[in-house]
């Protein structure tokens, strides 16, 4: 028997050609997404608004809802005030989260780690494999080994803006979940000031935009500081980390810059590179934090051994232990600080770090906004408008200002 006439190789060859078929037809349905994808990521107005907007929305809901959980709905406070739309907003998602706690629960998952902390872990990790997985040819398995590969060797270069973003992220979790919104975002409205100072320690005067540029970043502090005037109850440990998380943001947004002007890597591969060290800190810190408290218990057990009494109390106190959020919800979380860093690094590498500051304290306007209308708070006095004014005006007055030349040299 001929093996052309053979049946087997017949069939054989039917199937390899329709799936090169249908490998074809799959590459050309997604080369025109792709290359609609690869325009819109290089235009800095679209990444710009899209990080803003998502930001100010998603992000602000989904973080200040996994800080705050409790384990059961509470009564939103985006019932008692807010615009119609945000009410509906709010409404939504709050109703995904009761279909979810009236299905049947074995129990709560819980967890010795804070919320901070579990966030932080979340957002790195979820960041991570999303930016592994989406990509253009997402239906190439075979290219997701060397991404990853490509992304560890990346990430050598990025060690230093690694560690501002680990910190940035990491303290702003605290502050966000010890003095809340208005207070956090307020303590950050110097980002642009710090990142000025900045430029000039590192590129000299010649770096920066000229005196009426730079004189546009005083309104937009100082507007962002009487919005969020009547602020939550001061608390220092909280205070600090915000503190701590604006300089650390300002530092990332030159640093990174200076990065990727020099290795080339900008947008999408520079934050999954950070995005892989960042975990990697975040895991040794856990790691050595359980250590150490293992370490402690142990300490406390030998010097207490022969004394029954104070055995029999330490043995009736019990251990912190945090619910952890629902998978809905930290599911949203992560999805949102994905896009909102993704459209961060990409914008980054757009423009140049004075004008992604002064984007970003606008972006930090507009969380305090949103935060107030979406969980609550005390209506905007004439003081909170007139911050709300003089922030937005300040940051037409850079507009104006940076397009009449008044920008300064390129840094990247």
């Known amino acids: ?34 290359s609609w994808a690869s325009s819109v990521a290089t235009n800095k107005h679209w990444v710009g608004s899209a990080w803003i907007l998502s930001s100010a929305i998603l992000t602000t809901y989904s973080t200040t809802k996994f800080l705050k959980y409790q384990g059961k709905e509470e009564p939103s406070s985006t019932e008692q005030g807010g615009s119609k739309t945000l009410r509906q907003f709010g409404s939504i998602l709050n109703s995904t989260q009761k279909q979810h706690e009236e299905k049947p629960q074995k129990s709560l998952r819980k967890t010795k780690l804070s919320r901070a902390t579990l966030l932080t872990l979340y957002r790195f990790s979820g960041s991570l494999l999303l930016g592994l997985f989406l990509h253009s040819h997402f239906y190439q398995i075979s290219r997701l080994l060397p991404r990853f590969l490509k992304t560890v060797q990346v990430a050598q270069k990025f060690l230093l803006p690694s560690i501002f973003l680990f910190i940035a992220n990491y303290s702003n979790s605290i502050a966000l979940d010890r003095i809340g919104i208005s207070l956090t975002y307020t303590s950050k409205c110097g980002i642009p000031l710090i990142t ?5 320690l590192l590129d000299g005067i010649a770096a920066l935009p000229s005196n009426a540029t730079l004189f546009s970043l005083l309104p937009i502090a100082i507007g962002i500081g009487a919005a969020s005037w009547n602020s939550p109850t001061f608390e220092m440990f909280g205070f600090l980390a915000a503190l701590t998380s604006t ?38 810190m856990t790691a050595a934090n359980g250590v150490a408290g293992k370490l402690r218990e142990l300490q406390e057990y030998g010097s207490n051994i022969g004394n029954v009494a104070t055995m029999e109390e330490e043995a009736q106190v019990t251990q912190p232990v945090v619910s952890s959020p629902p998978l809905w919800l930290t599911c949203i979380a992560v999805l949102a600080y994905h896009m909102e860093y993704v459209l961060s690094f990409s914008f980054v590498g757009l423009v140049e770090p004075i004008t992604y500051g002064t984007c970003d304290a606008l972006r930090r306007l507009l969380i305090i906004v949103m935060g107030r209308q979406l ?23 850079y507009s104006i200002t940076s397009a009449k030349g008044g920008g300064g040299p390129k840094l990247g």
Do not use: H, Y
């Open 1 to 34: 028997m001929s093996l052309a006439g053979s049946p087997s190789l017949s069939s054989m060859a039917s199937m390899a050609s329709t799936s090169s078929s249908a490998a074809a037809s799959t590459v050309a349905a997604v080369t025109p997404l792709a």
């Open 196 to 200: 000025v100072l900045f430029t000039l």
């Open 247 to 284: 300089m650390s943001q300002a530092a990332l947004n030159v640093v990174s810059k200076r990065v990727m002007r020099r290795t080339g890597v900008k947008g999408v591969e520079a934050q999954r590179a950070m995005v892989f060290v960042a975990l990697g800190i975040g895991l040794i």
């Open 375 to 397: 969980f609550g708070g005390d209506k905007f006095s004439k003081t909170n408008m007139g911050g709300i004014f003089m922030a937005l005006l300040g940051a037409l007055m």
